[in-house]
């Protein structure tokens, strides 16, 4: 007579049985295991959802790329269950510290490594999405894990781009020549800009601690001088110039071998967009940078 309660009592079995399910080899189970999750997530309390999220996520992650139709579409339910559960559990503003740091720390690594890597364009799409909406839903709980998901959402930008852009670049710079090869450059960092993991770059910059900022500047240093791709390259020369520019008392101590990282980048890239985004960013570093520095600059 009472449902919940019964499933509260056998949560641990249930979801067990339904994880099984979502990798039988037929497809009736999988569908059926995908839309009982989507009615059983949202029962889901704090423990027992943090004991379990990272499982659900990968479980669910595969059945969002299922060869089956209906599989696939059953499990769409599932994930809008589970994402909810887990922003509402993340929240910085209805959940303990405890459990929004419990609830991001089984979750994030799942997100970054499998889901915005996901060969499926739709699934990065989906998780691109569910990063963004926690990044904008766990606030101050979401300090702790900037420096690793900085460098990964600055790696993102190259990564997620459309392969087909770059290489329509390649091919079109003989015709257009350097002034339309610039213009075309311009046009794939400004739609860069609008992406999912570029929204989440520019809120993850005022929940960043003074001690976040120093662990994540030896990978922005590393970006500026080893990252591939353009939307990567001018992505980190542009975070960079923010963090100089909001947080250069933190930067100070470490300004000097950034900027010559930037400078390193402003002589040696071949992208006319590249150099002037570095070069912006030198522009603010050299404001934290002693009188011998800037003069090597100049």
């Known amino acids: 007579p009472d449902a919940k309660a019964t499933l509260s009592v056998h949560f641990d079995a249930v979801l067990a049985h339904l994880l099984a399910g979502l990798g039988d080899r037929a497809w009736r189970a999988r569908e059926a295991s995908a839309l009982a999750l989507a009615e059983l997530v949202p029962q889901c309390d704090a423990g027992n959802f943090t004991a379990q999220a990272a499982v659900l996520f990968r479980a669910i992650l595969r059945a969002l790329d299922d060869i089956k139709e209906s599989v696939r579409n059953a499990s769409q339910g599932a994930w809008r269950a589970l994402c909810s559960a887990t922003n509402r559990l993340s929240d910085g503003g209805t959940s303990s510290p405890a459990d929004a740091r419990a609830v991001l720390d089984a979750i994030l690594p799942i997100l970054l490594d499998k889901g915005l890597t ?6 990065r799409a989906l998780c691109g999405k569910q990063i963004l909406k926690m990044t904008a839903t766990a606030g101050a709980n979401l300090a702790p894990h900037t420096p690793l998901l900085v460098p990964f959402l600055l790696e993102a930008l190259s990564s997620l781009e459309d392969p087909r852009l770059a290489y329509t670049q390649q091919h079109a710079s003989s015709i257009l020549g350097d002034k339309g090869d610039a213009a075309f450059e311009s046009a794939r960092v400004a739609a860069t800009r609008a992406s999912d993991a570029a929204t989440a770059l520019e ?7 003074d001690m976040h900022v120093l662990e994540a500047l030896p990978a922005l240093e590393n970006l500026l001088v080893r990252g591939v791709g353009l939307p ?9 110039m923010r963090l100089a520019h909001e947080r250069g008392d933190v930067l100070k101590p470490r300004a000097h071998r950034i900027l010559d ?15 002037r985004a570095y ?19 100049v």
Not at 203 to 209: D, I
Not at 261 to 275: H, K
Not at 280 to 294: I, N
């Open 118 to 123: 996901h060969p499926e364009a739709e699934v």
């Open 261 to 275: 990282s930037v400078v390193g980048g402003i002589l040696s890239d071949t992208s006319f967009i590249v150099q």
């Open 279 to 297: 070069a912006s960013a030198a522009a603010q570093l050299a404001k934290h940078v002693g009188p011998d520095k800037l003069g090597d600059l």
């Open 232 to 240: 990567t390259r001018t992505g980190t020369a542009r975070f960079v």
């Open 203 to 209: 809120r993850c910059v005022p929940l960043m601690g």
